[in-house]
């Protein structure tokens, strides 16, 4: 089930400058590249770098006397969502013996889960299992933060969006993200080329450690859970931006195209989660 | 010349719980264990999670069924600071190549250096060098913020410091390293034992990507340079605790002692920075 | 009914200062001194300011050429809690008229109304009139914050007890405030002696204009509502604090008394709230 | 000398709403109106509240059966700011006993004056008269914080303007007087129509009570200081808004129009504050 992604990001330059995109997919045994191209116009020799260890891949340009540049990417990838029985472990009282994991149990800058101890334990203390806590946090996210555009700025941090109750994906991902951490539940972010969704973007989700795997969660069911092409994962969005800017640069723009052929409307739709949940299972993303 | 440690946790518990305790230094060439044992009291079975790529060396107690404990370390390290040219290369408009270095241009927790984009340029842009700009860095610490013994708590970020003039080793080094990032320096937070440092305790400082290496910076002026034994490395302390607690724990109290044999005025002083500076030098901790 | 109240202040000074505090209650029709004294130890002059037109009684203090303090205020007050039908207006779109009022709507240090827009119209936008908004706002408190002492500091502000879920009684009058403020209900912070809190310390409180009158309103339930005497009324803790000092002046202690004669447990409970509730009423301090 | 103001507010409702706006000079002995009036587009009875001791004068709108309304405000006055000599008195250690300047002294919403204790004295405790204090702040923000439009939003406050070192002429006079306050020197916050600014806009800018008055103090340099007609006073922008909304209602714009007949570049100038400081005198607002 391959699926076509482009993106083009637009920039205009007064001096010499430097880009850090994050628009590959990561590549994984589930999700593999049938073609693949990123490059600049003007063209520029773009770096790869890649971080381990979960393979982000990172481009840099390194640009100057020029006043305009576009970067584009465009892949074709098959990437197979998991869909597991729903893990069932107790409640851990201790710290992941893994230590790939053990940094994600860490407030960041934009989840400062130290600062939500007290309101995790109340809102979601009681629950039994880290999986059904996890669940309740997405739903919670649903229900009480409205996704509006424009509500939320690159300084929005999850305790701004427990108290203003509004923001995009990258917001309600930071607040499940802190209010997991706040539980003991190890939490990532993840961006995502995501099909179906509308308008087309980049999309944010929040992936929890359970039972030695990360579970996929989204608590803006804006998305068919299992439509989403993994780029980046990292602690938050500070280390997940699909661009990163030095020098004498500002973005004007960017345009997403994700299609799936053949287009689908059976196997992609929004409330994949009420089927999960019906079948007592999770979803893995490659 | 070896460095004799030794430090000492004390807990109360009401329940079951978990320590990941952070107390034996890392391990690396010019940094070698004579000898090194961490245990607790009552005796729990220690784990030992080294997180890569840095060493540092965590280790975990799963406790229960008391009511009082202690953690014990004690090691004699060989450890040589290594001081350098200082660096001269000019400023980068880019991000490094190097994967490992990256993340520490980014915000964290503790250091939102998003947030000093426009007072890090004002203080420090005009300065030519990368290397000169950090040393002008920890110059404005030392003269612009206060030591003060409790001024500053767990949720004191570089934000706070810098507009409070007041803090600990921990706030110098989280506002240095928000300063640096905010320039495009990478920089990164260790945790140390500290020689000569009055009264003992465990200290903090910062350190800058320049020219391939890790340069040590400390705004506090508290300590000579080339006296610490670094203990752990990450981007601020929210991953670099010396002790992280889950469950029914609450922390009593600690002790540090750290000793050099022979005991030696000569070698360490407060003021080895003025050295360094005269003979253009800088310091590399192993 | 008089109350006998007591407070000492406590201070050590290491050259000139100034002390302004607010010991003296309030005088109204309803509340009357019978006898009353406020001095200092050694002896200075007092200056008494009267702030209109909440009549806070003020009282200054310039010192010099002592190194220890002590404010005594004594009196005795006949003050009495008026009780009054429960408030049935609908919920207003506008502002009100009366000027005095009008500052009360607007965000201040400590009850930064502005961010709680969303939240407070989720969690009580739905609920019919004014005073069943602000009592659902009393409740949610009292049901949601944890009064603990030692949790907050001179900083601490609405969004931080928001996020917390807990404090002092300081608190949950700021974040009330907030939360009433949002949802444009006029809403000021009051501090008080108080009969029967234990321990004995001042209090702190909120009231809301509510058809023409000001309604007592208090989430901590730590107090009997009718046996509060107010001292002083604003914005928040900021315009209201026991004591403000400028120049080289610490607090160390302070200790207060409220007596009542005869010592009346019948007139004076904690759950004097659903008393009100059951005969739909609400109560006024004089 | 007389000023012609000119102001127009556009909004777009789908309900009901209230606008409670400060769009009136504020009268007295040296600000007076020639001639006035404020009305709606369509045509709501206007109801005036004018907030005591200040004379502030509110006018409130309530609307319905709209979907879109005109605010319009048209008046001349003659208006005459006073160069007095400039305060020579010593630094106080004590509050002051004027209780209308005393909640001046307080941390607000946007100039929280607490968070800046320790930096306004290293920045400025070493100058010797309060009012060469005030003015070396209005120099220190004319060279440190940048004039940029759009740097900021209704949520900015003084702590935030001084880390991020832009802000517009709200942001200016909001760190003003917190750091005024934090000195102990009494500050307010005024709005104002003013001559010569370029683009035409409502304007703010901060007063600080020395010698018995309040002096005008105004860190962006972008008007001729003389050239202000003070709309209204308050601790801070929370309680000074040109407009407060209320129910189902958005700006969609605004106008403003200041003339002075005749024309007058002699009497008006930018620089005008180098003037006063060469003749020692600073400038009243009446």
Same mark, same amino acid.
């Given at each position: 089930?391959?699926?076509?992604?482009?993106?083009?990001?637009?920039?205009?330059?007064?001096?010499?400058? %430097?880009?850090?995109?994050?628009? #590959?997919? &990561?590549?994984?045994?589930?999700?593999r590249a049938r073609e693949e191209s990123l490059s600049s116009n003007p063209e520029f /020799?773009?770096?790869?770098?890649?971080? %381990?260890?979960?393979?982000?891949?990172?481009?840099?340009?390194?640009?100057s006397n020029i006043e305009e540049l576009c970067i584009h990417?465009?892949?074709?990838?098959?990437?197979?969502?998991?869909?597991?029985? /729903?893990?069932? &472990?107790?409640?851990?009282?201790? =710290?992941?013996? *893994?230590?790939e994991v053990l940094p994600f149990l860490f407030p960041s800058r934009y989840a400062p889960s130290d600062r939500f101890s007290q309101v995790a334990l109340?809102?979601?203390?009681?629950?039994?299992?880290?999986?059904?806590q996890a669940l309740a946090i997405e739903d919670w996210l649903f229900e009480n933060i409205n996704y509006l555009y424009g509500s939320s700025n690159?300084?929005?941090?999850?305790?701004?969006?427990?108290? @203003?109750?509004?923001?995009?994906?990258?917001?309600? /991902? &930071?607040?499940?993200?802190?209010?997991? +951490? %706040?539980?003991?539940l190890p939490a990532r972010y993840i961006t995502a080329y995501c099909y179906q969704l509308e308008p087309q973007d980049f999309h944010a989700a929040f992936e929890v450690y359970l039972d030695g795997r990360w579970h996929l969660f989204d608590g803006t069911r804006l998305v068919p859970l299992n439509a989403l092409i993994k780029i980046a994962v990292g602690r938050d969005a500070a280390e997940t931006a699909v661009a990163s800017l030095s020098g004498n640069i500002i973005s004007t723009g960017m345009?997403? =195209?994700?299609? &799936?052929?053949?287009?689908? *409307?059976? /196997?992609?739709? +929004?409330?994949? #989660? *009420?089927?999960?949940? *019906? #079948?007592? @299972?999770?979803?893995?993303?490659?």
């Open positions: 089930m391959p699926f076509r992604l482009q993106s083009n990001l637009y920039y205009q330059l007064t001096g010499p400058a %430097a880009i850090l995109c994050s628009l #590959r997919p &990561h590549r994984s045994e589930g999700q /020799a773009p770096l790869e770098i890649e971080v %381990a260890p979960f393979s982000n891949r990172l481009t840099r340009f390194e640009v990417y465009e892949g074709v990838f098959d990437s197979e969502a998991e869909t597991v029985e /729903a893990p069932t &472990h107790a409640k851990p009282v201790s =710290y992941p013996e *893994d230590p109340e809102l979601f203390g009681g629950i039994e299992s880290p999986f059904a690159e300084g929005t941090s999850a305790e701004d969006t427990f108290l @203003q109750r509004q923001g995009v994906c990258r917001d309600f /991902a &930071h607040l499940g993200i802190a209010l997991c +951490r %706040a539980l003991f345009e997403i =195209y994700v299609y &799936h052929e053949p287009e689908s *409307d059976e /196997a992609f739709y +929004r409330d994949f #989660r *009420d089927e999960l949940r *019906d #079948r007592n @299972q999770s979803l893995v993303l490659p």
